[in-house]
């Protein structure tokens, strides 16, 4: 009877906790407050950050890094963690401080971790000045601006209030953007690993269905494919990965910069604005960049891989292909084939997918994606948009998770033969 007894009430607990698990929600983010002033002559900025770490994202070897150009008059995170900062060189990001956290005990509360700083946006050996100059900001992760943790994939939500962001400027970033005068609001309630901003004087805006882009002129060649291809890759996306992961509307910013190749967070893109490259080929193919907003928009849904692991390709690999698929759906099957050609010879001599470590950027963004051609041509193209239904709803963070999604969709054989070829050199 007491057995049956203790045997009854551990059923109800593992019932309970099956409940439970399926209940639980996704932990709160941690999240950034930055409050600051940016001299508009210099672009010396003095800032004060609150970051909200949650317990999840307390990590072993908790770091910060911060460019060293910043002088930090306070960093601390309250009783029970100590934080000591030291100077690091990590290239490409070049000279940091490095702020560690050491906590006397694994937190289970949110610790507050505040950081005063000030220093120039613009570090002094940058020529090109894209961080800060007259005519643009363009603040993200590598301009070491805003303390990051070291990994750099803490992601988090994020309000910011940023006084002297003069009234000439137009500002884009993701979320919900105000300004009014020099003072600049972001509210965002999606968590990412980055803060971008851009704010430059002179920037028109398109609005699309769920699209905003942001370009000097508007007219240019190359907007007109961002304008047409953007509204249209995003519809193709969302019908194919479900609704889009992001709260507003999207936005392209074509800066100003003369460097740099397009970049994406969620929901926000930039490229530069080719101004000077259309002046020499003016008889481009609008294919080349429409392929490009199409692999940066698919990031919204592939972006929860680390890209330090093997496991990248779940961003690269899938925003290629996913690409690709758009690049067929829009300009036709012969054009698809064009692209493809070029990568079945540049994936030659890529090595492996999967290798215990990040892949070639050869792998991950030629052989990956002809290897997702090859999976769709086995498993055929409704399974394949299938699988792609389920992976956009759950974005995959390791390679098991595609897998398993693959076996669901197609069986097991079909997965682990896929597995192979990811690890086939
Ligand atoms: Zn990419």
Known sequence: MRAVRALAAALLLAVTTAAAAMAAPEPTPSHY??????????????????????????????????????????????????????????????KLTRLKLAFAKRPTRPVILHIDYAGP???????????????LMELRLEETWLPVRS????????????????????????????????RLRIHRDFADSDLPIVAAPGL??????????????????????????????????????????????????????????AYARKGFISSSDGADEIKAHPDFDPATPAATIAHEFSHAWWWAADPFSENYWLAESMAEYSSMR???????????????????KAAKDSGPILAGKRATRAALYQRGPLLLFDLQ???????????????????????????????????????????????AS
């Open 33 to 94: 407050y930055l409050k600051g002033t940016i001299q508009p002559k210099t672009g010396v900025m003095t800032a004060r950050l609150t970051i909200t770490l949650q317990p999840q994202d307390v990590v072993d070897d908790t770091a910060f890094l911060l460019g060293a150009r910043f002088n930090i008059r306070r960093a601390d995170a309250g009783p029970g963690v100590k934080v000591t900062s030291e100077p690091l060189d990590l290239p490409p990001l070049g």
């Open 151 to 182: 990994d750099l994939s803490l992601a988090f939500t994020a309000d910011v209030d940023l006084k002297g962001v003069t009234a000439d400027r137009v500002a884009v970033a993701q979320g919900q953007v105000s300004h009014r005068g020099d």
């Open 326 to 344: 758009y690049i067929e759906h829009a300009f036709g099957p012969a054009k698809l084939e064009t692209f493809l050609v070029k990568k079945r």
């Open 204 to 261: 028109k805006k398109f609005v699309g269905p769920d699209i905003e882009i942001y370009a000097l002129d508007l007219d240019s060649p190359l907007i007109r494919v961002f304008e047409k291809h953007g509204v249209q890759a995003l519809a193709f996306d969302q019908k194919l990965f479900g609704p889009l992961p992001v709260d507003g509307p999207v936005r392209i910013v074509a800066s100003p910069r003369t460097k740099g190749s």
């Open 377 to 423: 041509e086995k498993i055929g193209r409704a399974k394949m948009d299938e699988l792609l239904g389920v992976l956009g709803r759950d974005p995959p963070h390791v390679t098991g998770d595609f897998l398993q999604a693959l076996s669901a969709v197609a069986g097991e054989d079909v997965a682990k033969d896929f597995e192979a070829k990811l690890r």
């Open 121 to 135: 946006l613009r570090a002094a050996d940058d020529p090109d000045g894209n961080a800060y100059s007259a005519k």
